[in-house]
């Protein structure tokens, strides 16, 4: 079983791009690459398609209604296939919407280009993809000939899900949240890993039903890649843990519902989508219809120059890698769970070349938001070069960072942050 690693996917620029450029279903190995292979070894695989695919359907209930046409790619093509589908989806200034965010909440280096990177990363990463907008499947030429069924069973779960349940669809339904539409791509990743894995599991005369511990343990086995991926190992913190999240949280959230409704499962979670990352995470709160507060942001009184540049939602995913990157681990898997709802909006002057980040959280209780409070002092701190506090009560902070002032407040359970406001 550890001859063949988990199948991998990277966010493209942050939770909300991912849906919007339709990348699909594609997977991404920990494992050395291998030459080329020939073309009647290439053919030879693709003939394993319907034979793969009636397993599949043995095992999760979906139906294959229409043939999956398969071909194998070389990584060029992958990187000119990335390039071509950002261009078609998403303009500059919504590239820059969304970069500007990430560097905002100090997730991302200020001289990061957030756009050329992930492509770079997703191209390095890449074994293989199926297309949901033109239903087709592609495993790129270098992928190892020993993790190439595995990865043909990743994607073929994922053709199943789409004839059965329109992927497309499923996740244009979830962009009204930038949280909620990451669970449905952990939904979507995390089905696609399961199916994978369990299809290994019976070809070695087992299965991951009733075995939570091996599904944990293959949940976690690219979680090195041995210095083979440097594009990825130097990539900052936030997309390294996005990168595995839909894959090895979504497996486990698929697991617990196989767990509760059996094959029912994988209709299940398409028929009734979590809504957060937050269900991804703790599938007693999917199961109990815990849905994420809408905190209020604060108001600045900004002047009539400002103009909404772009607004969205964190969930407790973002919130965990935020305060791991600048409190520490032990803050972060303590405190994050205690998340209930959070909003950000960025405003922008440009005549006076200014953007203002306005930013709420709600926490489960007072007392956690207090503990987040100090918490975000740390993350002040660290993500500027430059700190001056200009008044601290047990109700807020004020001061100026790196981009101009800040006030940081604390009201029962909810926390509030505008930086960037003008000297």
């Not at 390095?124 to 020993?146: C, G, H, M, N, V």
């Not at 349940?165 to 990451?182: H, V």
């Not at 306005?358 to 740390?378: H, N, P, Q, T």
Request: aromatic share 8%; charged share 30%; proline share 5%.
């Amino acid at each position: 079983m550890a001859r063949w690693a988990l199948s991998l996917r990277l966010t493209i620029l942050r939770k909300r791009f991912l849906a919007r450029f339709g990348l699909a279903a594609m997977a991404f190995l920990a494992a050395a690459a291998s030459p080329a292979q020939t073309r009647s070894a290439q053919e030879s695989l693709c003939a394993e398609v319907p034979e793969i695919s009636r397993k599949l359907t043995e095992i999760s209930g979906l139906k294959l209604k229409h043939p999956v046409p398969c071909r194998f790619i070389s990584k060029n093509e992958v990187s000119q296939f990335l390039k071509k589908r950002v261009s078609e989806t998403a303009s500059p200034a919504e590239i820059r919407a969304e970069e500007l965010t990430l560097k905002k909440f100090g997730l991302l280096p200020p001289d990061y280009d957030l756009a050329k990177n992930t492509i770079d990363l997703l191209t390095e990463q890449a074994a293989a993809f199926y297309d949901y907008d033109r239903k087709k499947l592609f495993i790129t030429e270098t992928t190892p000939s020993e993790t190439q069924e595995p990865v043909l069973a990743h994607e073929l779960s994922h053709a199943l899900a789409d004839q059965d349940f329109d992927l497309a669809r499923y996740i244009r339904k979830g962009r009204q949240s930038d949280d909620g539409s990451t669970a449905r791509l952990a939904v979507m990743e995390g089905q696609a890993t399961w199916l994978m894995s369990e299809y290994e599991a019976r070809r070695n005369g087992t299965s991951l039903k009733d075995n939570r511990e091996m599904a944990a343990m293959m949940s976690t086995l690219a979680d090195s890649s041995s210095g083979q991926y440097p594009v990825f190992e130097n990539a900052p913190l936030y997309l390294r843990e996005t990168l595995v999240f839909p894959y090895t949280k979504g497996m486990l959230f698929q697991q617990a519902v196989v767990e509760r409704d059996g094959q029912a499962a994988f209709a299940e979670v398409f028929r009734k989508a979590p809504v957060s990352t937050q269900q991804i995470l703790h599938p007693e709160r999917y199961f109990s219809g815990v849905e994420p507060t809408d905190p209020q942001l604060p108001d600045p009184h900004l002047g009539r120059g400002y103009k909404s540049l772009i607004g969205g939602s964190l969930g407790e995913l973002e919130h965990g890698i935020l305060l791991r990157q600048y409190a520490g681990k032990e803050t972060a898997d303590e405190l994050a769970p205690h998340w209930r709802g959070s909003n950000f909006e960025l405003r922008e002057d440009k005549k006076a070349g200014r953007v203002v980040l306005l930013y709420a959280v709600e926490w489960d209780s007072a007392d956690a938001a207090r503990r987040y409070f100090e918490a975000y002092g740390e993350v002040l701190r660290k993500k500027w070069k430059k700190l001056d506090i200009a008044s601290r009560t047990e109700a807020g902070v004020t001061g100026s960072g790196d981009d101009g002032r800040f006030e940081v407040r604390c009201d029962g359970k909810l926390v509030t942050s505008v930086e960037g406001l003008a000297p």
